[in-house]
């Protein structure tokens, strides 16, 4: 079997991707920032049911350094680039996110290329797709970008990488083939408590954080999907060359249908999941007053429907429902002690 680089191993995203490399049979290198990580990023694999973890391997690299990549992917067949920098609030200045995520993107592909790897699966996002411009009724596609006027710093800095990715690969490429996965909230079950940020969405719904629900929309994935839909990316000759939402059927969901998920079918751990929703006049003028309200007031109300289909046609790629995804969510984070 091939050999299989990994970036930023210790992400919930890149774990779930790698166990699942693993048990199909590759041999898997994955990148860390301090090889401190290493032991634990084993041992989550390990208690996740990863075999065979002497075909799991350790490089220490960081986006904003060369050191590290040429070695690591030497001698690799393909690349998932899954590792960004991710912020826990708004930084002060948008090129910290920025400059990481454009400058670290090209050099994983520099390095790809020099290593003669067959192709690079780029871990982009939705945010390059759905974001800025005017609200519209039609579905989203491949084909959209997001319009960079306005867009927040981690949304700008995914798609300022992505575009970077594309002009790199038409330019200096070579022979070195790419495809790109968008992700929209990226929902499932928890291995540790390294988790993606849509996931503290559910713990604050079920530890009553929330007492009513905004009314906001989002589309969601499930980790495992998104894992299934990186390797098929990786494979299928029609890869090359595209990019794919990745998300699950249907229609967005509102916080409060999620709300409702967790309530009818994990009734018995929902006692403070919320019961009904804020209406959004509420949450605007609270947000005179309360920078929490605030940040939620320009995502009020907006419905980003999208299609997934090209992901469905061209890649074979079957995603759960929204609803199971979300109730393994809380099964996971029960079983983890988060709730």
Known sequence: MSTVLVTGGSGYVA??????LLQDGYTVRTTIRSMSKERNVRSVLQKAGAGQLDRLSFYAADLTQDKGWDEAIQGCTYVHHVASPFPGGAPKDENELIIPAREGTLRVLKAARNAHVKRVVFTSSFATIGYGGKDRQEPYTEEDWSVLDGLPAYHKSKTLAEKAAWEFIENEGGDLELSVVC?????GPVLSNDMSSSITLITKLMDGSIGKCPRTYFNIVDVRDLADLHIRAMLDPAAKGERFIAASDGKPMALFDVAQTISKGRPEKAK????????SWVVRIAGIFSPTARQVVPVLDVIRALKNEKSKKVLGWTPRTPQQTILDTVDSLVEHGII
């Open 272 to 279: 403070k999941v919320p019961t009904g929703e804020t209406p």
């Open 15 to 20: 774990s779930h991707l790698i166990l699942k």
């Open 183 to 187: 992700p929209v909230g990226i929902f």
